[in-house]
């Protein structure tokens, strides 16, 4: 599996942006898409996932009413549509794949197999 992150960019503090993935390669099956991101000198940190069965979704509290995912299953894309970007929003952003997952997608990093080059996001202020 190929994950292709795109859509980065420097923005001001309140301006918006979209994050796309695509997922290639053996993608059959159920799997979870899941976005993470990592500050200079941070850990990368779990931000938001969409089931792969109904849509529903999980974000860490500090994007939530912000950001949105969403995923286009039969083409195998996942969005992450980012409104209000704040400073501390900076960081590179990565797209995860999981296998065999139905529901969300796990939290932890350490829980995925694939993952995309990472696209840089900059919130100036």
């Known amino acids: 599996v190929q994950l292709q992150a795109s859509g980065g960019g420097l923005v001001q503090a309140g301006g918006s942006l979209r994050l796309s993935c695509a997922a290639t390669g053996r993608t059959a099956g159920t799997y979870a898409l899941s976005w993470f991101r990592q500050a200079p000198g941070k850990e990368r940190e779990f931000v938001a996932t969409?089931?792969?069965?109904?849509?529903?979704?999980d974000y860490v509290d500090s994007v939530k009413g912000r950001f949105t995912i969403s995923r286009d299953n039969p083409e195998n894309w996942v969005y992450l549509q980012m409104n209000n970007l704040k400073p501390e929003d900076t960081a590179v952003y990565y797209c995860a794949y999981e296998r065999g997952i139905r529901g969300l997608g796990p939290r932890r990093s350490d829980e995925y197999d694939y993952w995309g080059q990472g696209t840089q996001v900059t919130v100036s202020s």
């Open positions: 969409i089931s792969w069965s109904d849509g529903t979704t």
